[in-house]
């Protein structure tokens, strides 16, 4: 039921003061014709549906969520509660002079490079793919700049996201797709015959979205800089590997960082994201302007010489870069490294229970998150990857990412996290090896499931086909 459909005429949750002032007569062509429609309910009411509704709701926050290449960690309330005081909370982005702000940009920037290896940051872009994009556009500039006009094509290898090649399309490029190898890397064969006088850019991710770390990313840095491309770092998968190693280091140009996912932001939802994009020299004055820059202790705006141009209003998600902040501050240097380790442990941990049960399409060791294949489960049983994953939900965990990457069938990718105990991992192993011996024994009993869910199984072709956008 909506807000809507409890709503009475004449009730309110919050009645009006009477007016103290002389009422303004307001132009007639500026007034409406019609009431506006807004609900009119009491505030019980209304705090008994939002509070029912937030219980249907399953977050990181209610229990286990390794959706795998999206990174749902916890967010720690304390990130909250910086975001949340007054002096963040209260200036207008037009006080563009509020020294403390733009010095938790200038910091959070500095931190962003050393954590990169990269020498420049623009914080405005709103999520990873808006990162792209931006960085994209960036990428045209440089080679425009050098009059190097045919380079129209970006290459990203068979395993890369949806979003990296939409993203180099809206930026008005060609896509190359490149297989991968049999142990789920790039393909350096292939990408040797892809690269060329057009090559704008190579965009990978590493470790991949098998969860495989790539290797062979210096020999991939040098085919595509022999070739005249820049190598562009999609940082969706930074986790395992923040501390330890820096994209910089690995010959990457360019990246973009998900806040939201791997510096502990909340996402999901279409919640405020934050995608900043970090460059080496060669790229810095084509950044987005405004960048903050530190004079002897003072903070400003500044606008790099060749700018591409704002892609966002203001300076991005402010609030979102200051739970960032927070979350670098408070871990610290050796706090973010130990993260990326137990991220990696907590996935290899998980993913040494199922290899058993399940074929596992990363190498021996994972990386922060590992695929599995349904697909022989299928064959036997007529119980699918998506069969499983409702059948998780009765059970009280979230289901983790189906059905990517695209390169493996009836793929379940799982992301477990940092900060989940071993209790948690055991009990989430404890519940995909029951449904599996349930599967073996009771394959009927998959069809319905999930049973305890408001909603079962809607039909998600109609649903991506003819979607209801507003009530
Ligand atoms: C590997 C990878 N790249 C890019 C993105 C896009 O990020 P965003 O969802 O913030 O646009 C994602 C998102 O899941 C991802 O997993």
């Known amino acids: 039921m909506t807000i809507f459909e409890l709503s009475k005429s004449g009730r309110t949750a919050c009645p009006l003061q009477k007016r103290d002032v002389e009422e303004y007569k307001l132009d007639p062509k500026f007034l409406r014709e019609a009431d506006a429609m807004l609900p009119e309910v009491d505030e019980l009411t209304l705090v008994r549906h939002y509070t029912a509704l937030s219980k249907k709701a399953f977050g990181v926050d209610d229990g286990f969520y390794p959706l795998g290449s999206c990174t749902m960690k916890y967010n720690p309330k304390i990130n909250e509660a910086a975001a949340a005081l007054s002096g963040f909370t209260n200036i207008h982005p037009l006080q563009d002079q509020t020294q403390g702000a733009l010095r938790l940009m200038w910091e959070l920037s500095r931190d962003l490079c050393a954590i ?80 060329g006088e057009d090559t704008a850019a ?41 501390g330890i190693i820096r994209p910089g280091d690995m010959g990457f140009d360019v990246v973009h960082l998900n806040l939201h996912k791997t510096f502990s932001a909340p996402h999901g939802g279409g919640g405020p994201g934050s995608g900043p994009v970090g460059c080496k020299k060669l790229l810095a004055e084509f950044l987005p302007w405004p960048t903050v820059e530190e004079d002897n202790g003072v903070y400003r705006f500044s606008k790099p010489h060749k700018s591409i141009g704002s892609v966002k209003a203001f300076y991005g998600n402010f609030l979102v870069l200051v739970k960032a902040f927070a979350y670098i501050k408070t871990l610290g240097k050796d706090g973010i490294r130990n993260s990326a380790k137990m991220s990696a442990l907590n996935a290899n941990y998980l993913m040494a229970r199922l290899k058993e049960y399940f074929p596992c399409h990363s190498q021996d060791i994972c990386m922060h998150e590992f695929v599995i294949s349904c697909e022989e489960l299928k ?18 965990m979230h289901p983790p990412t ?25 009990n989430a192993a404890d519940i995909i090896i029951e449904l599996c011996h349930e599967a073996l024994n009771n394959p009927q009993s998959f069809h319905e499931k999930p049973l305890t869910t408001p909603i079962g199984r809607p039909d998600e072709v109609k649903a991506a086909r003819f979607p209801i956008l507003k009530g």
Do not use: C
């Open 379 to 396: 064959q036997r049983t007529g119980v699918s990857a998506l069969d499983l994953a409702k059948a998780m939900q009765d059970k009280g």
């Open 202 to 242: 190579f965009m990978l991710t590493n470790p991949n979205t098998l969860g495989i770390f790539d290797k062979n990313i210096k020999k991939i840095a040098d085919i595509v800089h022999k070739a005249g491309g820049l190598l562009y770092y999609d940082g969706a998968n930074l986790n395992p590997i923040m």
């Open 402 to 426: 189906m059905y990517f990457p695209l390169i493996v069938k009836e793929a379940l990718m799982f992301e477990p996290t940092e900060t989940e105990s071993k209790e948690t991992l055991d």
């Open 116 to 195: 990169t290896g990269m020498d420049m940051f623009t914080l405005q872009p709103a999520a990873g793919a808006h990162g792209e994009f931006t960085a994209l556009l960036m990428i045209k500039a440089y080679h425009n700049s050098r009059n190097d006009h045919k380079r129209n094509k970006v290459i990203a290898p068979d395993s890369a996201h949806g979003t990296n090649p939409a993203s180099a399309a809206m930026a008005g490029f060609e896509i190359i797709n490149i297989p991968s190898s049999s142990d789920g890397l790039a393909d350096l064969e292939a990408l040797e015959k892809a690269v």
